[in-house]
Every structure is written in C-alpha cells, then in structure tokens.
C-alpha cells in the first residue's frame, strides 16, 4: 500500500519542490522501485517542479505589489498612494525672483504690461537655461521708467496641448518632467468660442458641487499625468464637443538651481532697455517624488 498520498506545500523553492514531488511518488505503489535520478520521469518532475516555483513567484511579486511597503514598481506604488489620498509630486523647476526696469522706451503710457511667459536666460557651467514668468503683471510709470518688483520667473519649457472632449477620451498631459504647479486648464464650449472657462485644480472633494469647475489630478504609467473632470456630481461634467486647453511647463528640474544673472530676452517692451537685477537667485528645482519618498510620506500625509 501506498504510504504517503500527500504532498508537502510549505517549500516554494525548486528544489524543494522536486524532492517533495519526489516523496510523494516514492510513497505510490506504482512508482515505489523506480530510478528516479535515472528515469524519464525526471525531466517530469523538473517540468512540475519549475511550473510550481514559476506560479509561486509570481503570485507572490503579484501580492507584494498589492501595498505599499513591499511594491517594487512605480506604478503600483502611486496607485497605493492614491487610495489614501495622496498625490506625488511632480518635478519642480527653479524659481528666481528678480527686479526688472523697463527705461528709454518709445512712447510713455500710463501703465505697461509684463506678459505672462515672457522670458530671461541665463547660464549655468556654460549651458543656457530658460525662465518665464507665468502671469501677466502690470505696472505704472514713474520717474521715467517702470519697475516690476519681486517678479518670480520659473525655469522650464512652456507647452500647450488642446483635447475635444468625446466619449472615452483620456486627457494625458503627453510629456514627461511636467511641473504640475504651472499647469492651467481652461474649457471652451466649442472650437469657435471666445470665451475660456477656467478649472482648478482640486485633491479634496469638500464643498464641491455640479457647478464646481474643477479637475484632478493622477499620475499613470510612464511617470506622464492624467486629468479627470467632474461628473456632475462632483465638480462640473464637460460635454461632448467642449475643448480642453491644457498651458504647462516642463523642467530641467534641479540643475538650473543657483542661477542668479538673467537677462530679457522676451518680446519687445515698448522699445525700452530693460534692467533685470536678481534679489533671489533660482531654488527648488526638484526631481519627481521618489518610490521611497511616496512610500514614506503617503501614510502619514495621505
């Protein structure tokens, strides 16, 4: 008679599992006087004990990806993360706060405009880098010349990116190394329209309604952002036929860190010379939120 009809299933490493497969064969009628080191049942149990190991492995990666402690891939990391609340941050790029005096110029109205995105370059261990101002800022004359004070201007690349909205659309900002804080979202109606609606970025639901003109933020595969908008019920709900404008930069995020002599080099300014002294040389560029650094904060921000 047989003596052992079971098989051990403590032991996931494969040559554990042969011997137990092994065991388990020597205990059958059938199989009591074979050579088993000899025999083609061998190969057999190789094929049975390679199986066991391949599916153990893999469920085992499988539910290590299933927390946060123990994920190893990005992707599973943030969508952990998100459960709880938490968004990792994006790359950052440098920011620089500067004076600028705008002088000799052709005609003497009132006020001038600073346009949004109007840019200074400046150089770091002989490479060029670009900083833009992100807003429209406007000033008066006075003694002669205008003078923008405390003007942030921001390290990156300025994109634009239009999405129609249709059934089963997905709005991907489709670059990498994306500053999410110079990102800004507006809607038109149609492709026609004048008239740019707005939406804010949102990471609570608190307060919102079906007028609430928002979107959220995800992070996806490929380290690239995704945008939701409301259902509404939750924020406003576009139509069919609306046009998402998505205005963002991306960075180089921490090597133009230090920078501190700009020079315009936007559009003219009225004819003038324009002056840029730096009263804060360029800080926190910054690298995307780490696997460990999510896996640290997420549980006690989130």
């Known amino acids: 008679m047989a003596t052992n009809k079971n098989i051990t299933t403590a032991e996931l490493d494969f040559d554990a599992i042969k011997s137990n497969i092994k065991t388990f064969l020597k205990g059958q009628d059938a199989f009591k006087d074979y050579d088993f080191e000899g025999a083609g049942l061998s190969v057999l149990m190789d094929i049975l004990a390679y199986n066991t190991h391949y599916n153990a492995l893999y469920t085992n990666l499988a539910v290590n990806e299933s927390f946060i402690d123990s994920a190893s891939k990005r992707s599973s990391v943030v969508s952990r993360a998100k459960e709880i609340g938490y968004i990792p941050h994006s790359a950052t790029g440098a920011t620089a706060t500067v004076n600028i005096v705008v002088s000799g110029t052709t005609s003497s109205p009132a006020t001038l405009t600073l346009p949004a995105y109007s840019s200074f370059s400046t150089t770091i261990d002989g490479k060029s880098y670009t900083f833009y101002t992100t807003e429209a800022i406007v000033t008066s004359l006075a003694s002669a010349k205008y003078t923008f004070t ?137 690298d995307i939120e780490t696997i460990e650094s999510i896996r640290y904060n997420a549980p006690k921000i989130g």
């Open 150 to 286: 405390g003007v942030n201007i921001k390290e990156g690349n300025p994109l634009t990116f239009k999405y129609t909205v249709a059934d089963g659309v997905q709005y991907i900002i489709p670059n990498t190394d994306v500053d999410l804080s110079t990102l800004k979202v507006r809607v038109q109606d149609n492709a026609t329209s004048s008239v740019f609606n707005t939406f804010i970025n949102q990471e609570e639901i608190i307060n919102l309604d079906s007028t609430s003109q928002v979107y959220f933020v995800k992070e996806i595969e490929g380290q690239l952002y995704e945008l939701e908008f409301g259902n509404d019920t939750i924020g406003k709900a576009l139509a069919n036929g609306n046009v998402v404008n998505l205005t963002y930069m991306t960075t180089n995020r921490t090597v133009a860190n230090g920078a501190k002599v700009f020079a315009y080099t936007g559009s003219t300014l009225l004819g003038g010379t324009v002056a840029v002294t730096t009263t804060t040389p360029a800080v926190g560029g910054a």
